[in-house]
């Protein structure tokens, strides 16, 4: 699915209903509600990931720790270079938290 295909209502609304959550026991009820657990597993483990390129860990690194393979490795990694900064976003802020 394209980026273009992305935006319309309903994913406004889905993205709304997120922005929405106050506390993190409120979304792990909404997310075990909308998604699979073999989705919320496949989530968990890109955004390990992309922490770990955050961390300019090897590839043979990443695989040994979360089990994902180098396509998976591959496309995190292209979207932290040449996405739309989002992971940058997401750890900038979780970064400001901790500090």
Same mark, same amino acid.
């Not at 106050?22 to 989705?39: G, H, I, P």
């Not at 483990?45 to 990443?62: D, G, N, P």
């Given at each position: $699915? !394209?980026?273009?295909? #992305?935006? +319309?209502?309903?994913? @406004?609304? #889905? $993205? +709304? /209903?997120?922005?929405?959550?106050?506390?993190?026991?409120?979304?792990?009820?909404?997310?075990? @509600? #909308? =998604? *699979?657990?073999?989705?919320?597993? +496949?989530?968990?483990?890109?955004?390990?990931?992309?922490?770990?390129?955050?961390?300019? =860990?090897?590839?043979?690194? &990443?695989?040994?720790?979360? /089990?994902?393979? *180098?396509?998976? &490795? !591959?496309?995190?990694?292209?979207?932290i270079n040449? /996405?739309? @900064? /989002?992971? +940058?976003?997401?750890?900038?802020?979780?970064?400001?938290?901790?500090?």
């Amino acid at each position: $699915m !394209s980026k273009k295909n #992305l935006h +319309d209502e309903a994913m @406004d609304n #889905l $993205m +709304d /209903g997120i922005l929405c959550l106050e506390t993190r026991e409120e979304a792990y009820n909404f997310f075990a @509600d #909308l =998604c *699979t657990v073999n989705e919320l597993e +496949d989530l968990r483990q890109r955004f390990q990931v992309a922490s770990m390129l955050r961390e300019e =860990c090897t590839y043979t690194e &990443i695989v040994e720790k979360t /089990g994902a393979s *180098t396509a998976t &490795i !591959s496309r995190v990694n292209r979207a932290i270079n040449y /996405g739309e @900064d /989002g992971y +940058d976003v997401v750890f900038e802020r979780l970064n400001k938290e901790k500090a």
